[in-house]
């Protein structure tokens, strides 16, 4: 079925080390061109073909016993990667290469990636949040790989970025298009995701720190 061996051909050490840099300096990095667009184009694909499916779910704020639907802050539909496809493969190789970079070098201690397929239909949105707080969930770097191709300006759904967790004036707002590649400290930078008016696709990760202890084992999700 995929007989392109070169999906990763934009990524190398030194898109990571720009990233990092980024991320050291401002709390979030944004990465254009950080993944090509045959990999990206399969992972729409599937993720196209698993909504037809009927695998995506509205989705859920928090988790375990705190998870509940909410529609007034976030309104997408989400399915887990499961890394049961080679694109799944080729982006969460290429992940592992990202977080064994950044435990190299700013000792982040990122032990795991959760992640999700992300479809917002038109007018969908998510409102201003910080992806975790007081370490709640364990997430601490979160990473947002945008699918879409051919995005217009006026398509909306733009990706708005707070530089710190009470600032009240915008940093920058992302565009979501696809290949570009965003990072940001989960605690730290809060963010809002602005309706569109087409289908706005994207996979959503959180690095995780390791909070399994002998008491107390901490599944991924
Ligand atoms: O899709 C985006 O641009 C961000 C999604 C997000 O903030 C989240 O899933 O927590
Ligand atoms: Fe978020």
Request: charged share 25%; glycine share 10%; proline share 4%.
């Given at each position: ?6 999906w990763l ?20 990095s ?12 399969a992972?729409r ?46 982006l969460?190789?290429e ?17 795991e ?12 949105y ?43 004036t ?9 290949g ?24 959503a ?17």
């Amino acid at each position: 079925m995929h007989d392109n061996v070169d999906w990763l051909g934009g990524v190398g050490g030194d898109h990571r080390t720009t990233l990092i840099e980024n991320l050291v300096r401002q709390g979030y990095s944004v990465s254009p061109g950080y993944f090509s667009l045959p990999l990206v184009r399969a992972l729409r694909e599937e993720a196209l073909l698993r909504d037809r499916q009927g695998e995506f779910q509205l989705a859920g704020i928090g988790r375990r016993q705190d998870h509940h639907l909410d529609e007034r802050v976030r309104s997408d539909r989400t399915r887990w990667l499961d890394g049961s496809t080679l694109a799944q493969c080729q982006l969460l190789e290429e992940m592992e290469q990202l977080r064994q970079q950044i435990n190299r070098e700013l000792f982040m201690g990122l032990f795991e990636l959760e992640s999700h397929f992300a479809i917002y239909g038109p007018g969908d949105y998510y409102q201003r949040h910080l992806d975790a707080f007081n370490g709640n969930n364990g997430r601490l770097l979160s990473t947002v790989l945008y699918l879409n191709e051919g995005w217009l300006s006026e398509d909306g759904g733009r990706l708005r970025i707070w530089p710190a967790p009470d600032a009240q004036t915008v940093v920058t707002e992302v565009e979501p298009r696809a290949g570009t590649l965003v990072c940001f400290l989960s605690e730290k930078i809060p963010h809002e995701v602005l309706a569109a008016r087409r289908e706005r696709y994207s996979i959503a990760g959180w690095f995780r720190c390791n909070n399994t202890t002998a008491e107390w084992l901490d599944p991924p999700r």
